[in-house]
C-alpha cells in the first residue's frame, strides 16, 4: 500500500508490487511518514519542475521511519532495526519520486539510517532537519530567519544550539508567531532593522528577495533554504549598494543525517513540538490538502499502522 499521485491533485493509497530485495537491500515496514509542504506539495500541485524519476503514477515522500523486517544475504544484521528512510525506489508499477510514503519499501542498507525508536513519529523530522543543518554551513549563521514553518523552527534551534546568538524569526501569520523556543517571532512589519549580516529565508517566497536585500547590512549574505515554485529575481541596484551574496541551500548530504543524528542524541537538538497533526494513512487524499492548506498545519505525519 503506498500513496499514489495518479496525476496532479489526484491522490488515493493504491497497491504496487515491490521490488526483490537485492542482497544489499532491507525491507522495512514503515510506520510513520511525513507530508512535505516543500516539494510534496509542488507534487500535488502539479508545479515541480522536471526532475530524473518524474511521472505518473508517482509515489512520494523523503521522510518515513519503520523497523527493517527482511534484508539480503549481506545486510541481515540489520534485520530488527528501526530506521529512517529517505525515500525509496522500489516499485515495479510506480515511479519513486521520491518513494517513501508507502506502508513497506525495499532501500539499500545504506539509506537506512538506524535511529532512536523512542522518537516515534518525531524521527520523521530527521531528512527536514538534516536539509536545515545543511543550509547552516556557511560562513555566518543567520540573523534573521524568514518563515516560521517547521523548516524555520529547524534551522532556528539548530543555529542555538551550534552556540550562536539566537535569530530574529518572522512570519506574515499571526498563528504562525508561536512556538519559538528561546528565539522572538515578529511580524515583518514591527521590525525596522536593515543591518542583518545574514538572512536564512525558508519561506519560499520567491518574490520577496527585493525585501529581504532591502534588509542586509553591507556585504551580507541572503540564503534561499526554501523551494521556490516561481523563478526568483530581484532588482539589482540595491543588491549591488550592499554587495549582497547570494547562497542556495539545496538538499542535504548524507554526512548532514549523521550529523543530524548526533545532535538529537547528545541532547543539543529537541524535535519535539514540530508535529501539530497525525492522520491514518488510509485517509492520505485528505490529509494532503490539509497539510498544505490548513494555517494550523505545521507538520502532518501519516500513521501506517491504520493504512486500511
Not at 519559538?180 to 514591527?190: E, F, N, R, W
Not at 541596484?237 to 551574496?245: I, K, M, S, T, V
Not at 547528545?266 to 485517509?283: K, M
Not at 492548506?293 to 505545521?298: A, G, I, K, T
Request: charged share 20%; hydrophobic share 45%; glycine share 10%.
Amino acid at each position: 500500500m503506498a500513496v499514489t499521485l495518479q496525476a496532479p491533485r489526484r491522490l488515493s493509497i493504491q497497491r504496487h508490487a515491490l521490488c526483490d530485495c537485492g542482497p544489499s537491500d532491507c525491507v522495512v515496514d514503515i510506520h510513520y511518514s511525513g507530508i512535505s509542504t516543500g516539494t510534496e506539495k509542488l507534487l500535488w500541485n502539479g508545479e515541480m519542475p522536471r526532475f530524473p524519476g518524474m511521472g505518473y503514477p508517482l509515489v512520494p515522500g523523503y521522510e518515513s521511519v519503520g523497523r527493517v523486517v527482511d534484508a539480503g544475504a549481506d545486510a541481515q544484521a540489520r534485520i530488527g532495526e528501526w530506521v529512517f528512510v529517505p525515500g525509496a525506489t522500489c516499485y515495479q508499477d510506480a515511479k519513486g519520486l521520491f518513494g517513501g510514503t508507502a506502508e513497506r519499501v525495499v532501500v539499500s542498507s545504506a539509506r537506512a539510517l538506524p535511529v532512536s525508536e523512542s522518537l516515534g513519529r518525531d524521527g520523521t523530522l530527521f531528512a527536514l532537519a538534516a536539509t536545515a543543518l545543511h543550509a547552516l554551513s556557511g560562513e555566518k549563521p543567520p540573523e534573521l530567519i524568514v518563515g516560521h514553518g517547521t523548516l524555520g523552527r529547524l534551522l532556528a534551534r539548530l543555529t542555538i544550539a551550534m552556540g550562536a546568538p539566537a535569530p530574529v524569526v518572522w512570519d506574515n501569520k499571526a498563528e504562525r508567531r508561536t512556538g519559538g523556543v528561546g528565539y522572538d517571532v515578529i511580524a515583518p512589519k514591527d521590525d525596522d532593522r536593515h543591518n542583518y549580516a545574514a538572512i536564512y529565508d525558508a519561506s519560499g517566497y520567491a518574490d520577496g528577495i527585493d525585501v529581504l536585500i532591502g534588509r542586509l547590512a553591507h556585504r551580507g549574505e541572503l540564503v534561499l533554504a526554501g523551494f521556490y515554485a516561481n523563478r526568483p529575481s530581484f532588482a539589482f541596484p540595491a543588491a549591488f549598494r550592499a554587495e549582497a551574496r547570494l547562497r542556495v541551500a539545496a538538499e542535504w548530504q548524507p554526512d548532514d543525517l549523521a550529523a543530524t543524528r548526533t545532535l538529537i542524541e547528545d541532547g543539543a537538538l529537541d524535535l519535539a513540538g514540530l508535529i501539530s497533526h497525525t492522520a491514518p494513512a488510509g485517509a492520505a487524499e485528505a490529509a494532503y490538502p490539509t497539510a498544505f492548506h490548513d494555517p494550523d498545519c505545521l507538520k502532518m505525519v501519516l500513521d501506517w499502522s491504520q493504512a486500511a
